[in-house]
């Protein structure tokens, strides 16, 4: 009977243990993706004179989407008026905000400059540079890692 009842705990622990690494894993995974109880969002490119960056393509938006001219980054603007590390959009507990990263020539939220972090809302437009973005929420589900046209 105590090897009986030994057995049974055991398997009591082991599936406590694999309950809470699958919780790790999904929350996580959640965070990377940015999905959140808020919704997800992605940037609309509304107008654009940066090469590569045409009205109409569209950035899904991460946990961490950066907006600068170097190459590594989610979203790539080729423009002498944005710094190497220009801005920074992440999710912080389900909710989208902004943050201008020192940037010399500032970045626009609805025509003011952004001095803080701010969170996002559907509809803000976001101006980096000499490229207007719109705020759209996600509404197929489908994550795309570059714009689309």
């Not at 990263?101 to 626009?108: A, E, I, P, V």
């Not at 803080?116 to 803000?124: A, F, N, Q, S």
């Not at 705020?135 to 046209?149: A, Y």
């Amino acid at each position: 009977m105590p090897d009986l009842t030994l057995s049974i705990l055991r398997f009591a622990f082991l599936g406590i243990i694999y309950l809470f690494v699958f919780e790790v894993f999904r929350r996580f995974h959640r965070d990377l993706l940015g999905v959140s109880s808020g919704g997800r969002y992605r940037l609309r490119v509304l107008s654009s004179k940066a090469p590569g960056l045409t009205a109409g393509d569209h950035y899904d938006l991460l946990s961490v989407t950066m907006l600068v001219r170097s190459e590594q980054c989610h979203i790539r603007i080729v423009d002498r008026m944005v710094s190497a590390s220009h801005c920074r959009v992440t999710c912080d507990r389900g909710k989208y905000v902004l943050t201008d990263l020192g940037s010399t020539n500032g970045t626009l939220l609805n025509g003011k400059r952004v001095k803080r972090p701010i969170p996002l809302k559907t509809g803000d437009r976001l101006q980096v540079g000499e490229v207007l973005f719109e705020v759209t929420p996600i509404v197929d589900g489908v994550l795309t890692v570059s714009g689309t046209r």
